[in-house]
């Protein structure tokens, strides 16, 4: 079983609906992000969490807001979908404990179209 | 602000052939940078890992290098094969490995 999972895999919406995108992990990690990812750039960090109580915005937070459910649930919204938001979204996680560098592992993404 | 550059953007090399991928970054003070595959429809796989304080990483066929002073990491390949055929994104992080700048990827097709 995949260690990093999100829900839905593929989802198309309209424009001013709201979205939610969920993650969750059996890593047993503390920290968990999302990021996007548009044609021909690389991924862009939207928001990142160091524990339930510990939200931060990243580069690209406007538009989106999250929730952290529990240490092993992540779950990212679009409050008011809009068609620029349209992109592969990632969910990722590390453990600040490990001292081996913090290598983020990614779930399998999912594909937003809002149209 | 740390950009990241990876060149080229596309590759396409007959099997067997070794090869390299380039990477470039604009702020040396990286905590780390890291190496990773991503293949269509899945997410990115780890490939390698480099701490600032290491000069390369090395794992199977794959070895990358890392020289902050010219702001460049490289990926090489070795005995490429059909399976190697994906996207490599390399990723710049910073202050304690959380804030990961990434590259836009140079997608390689290794032809059988």
């Known amino acids: 079983d995949a260690d990093v999972t999100q829900t839905p895999r593929n989802r198309i919406t309209k424009t001013g609906k709201r979205i939610m995108l969920e993650c969750s992990q059996t890593k047993g990690h503390d920290r968990m992000y999302w990021y996007r990812q548009d044609p021909g750039l690389g991924l862009r960090l939207i928001y990142y969490s160091f524990d339930v109580k510990d939200i931060n915005k990243g580069e690209i937070s406007d538009g989106y807001s999250v929730s952290r459910q529990a240490q092993a649930k992540f779950s990212l919204s679009l409050e008011s979908a809009i068609p620029n938001q349209t992109a592969l979204y990632f969910c990722a996680t590390s453990d600040s404990q490990t001292g081996r560098g913090r290598t983020q592992y990614f779930g399998p993404g999912t594909r937003l179209t809002v149209l | 602000k740390q950009e990241v550059t990876q060149i080229p953007a596309a590759l396409s090399v007959p099997e067997g052939e070794n090869l390299v991928l380039n990477c470039s970054f604009t702020?040396?003070?990286?905590?780390?940078l890291q190496w990773f595959r991503q293949d269509p429809g899945k997410g990115l796989t780890s490939l390698l890992l480099i701490q600032s304080s290491q000069r390369e990483q090395t794992s199977g066929r794959l070895n990358a290098s890392l020289d902050k002073s010219s702001g460049r990491s490289t990926l090489y390949i070795a005995a490429s094969q059909p399976g190697d055929s994906a996207t490599y994104l390399c990723a710049a992080a910073h202050t304690g490995g959380f804030k990961t700048i990434f590259g836009a990827g140079t997608r390689l097709f290794v032809k059988a």
């Open positions: 702020d040396s003070a990286i905590y780390n």
